[in-house]
């Protein structure tokens, strides 16, 4: 089973987190969509500038981690 995870993300983690990203995104899209302050409790909108950063910065780590010439 693990194997088949691996296989179907080409052995990537920017590639796992990149999906799990839209997935995320397409999930909250739909809950916001029907219902705009359901996420509001959850993430106060002075959140998104500092979420959108660790964002960077992790995707950023997980790139550099593969490739040991960068």
């Known amino acids: 089973m ?9 052995d990537s983690e920017v590639l ?4 799990l990203q839209t997935v995320l995104g397409i999930i ?3 809950v916001t969509y029907t219902d705009p302050s359901v ?3 959850v993430m ?3 959140w ?3 979420l959108v950063l ?11 981690r593969r490739d040991k010439e960068m």
Not at 16 to 19: E, I, L, V
Not at 54 to 64: D, K, P, Q
């Open 16 to 19: 796992f987190w990149a999906r």
């Open 28 to 30: 909250a899209a739909i």
């Open 54 to 64: 660790a964002n960077g910065v992790f995707t950023e780590y997980l790139r550099r």
């Open 39 to 41: 996420l509001q409790p």
């Open 48 to 50: 998104f500038p500092l």
């Open 44 to 46: 106060p909108a002075e």
């Open 2 to 10: 693990f194997e088949h995870i691996k296989t179907f993300f080409k």
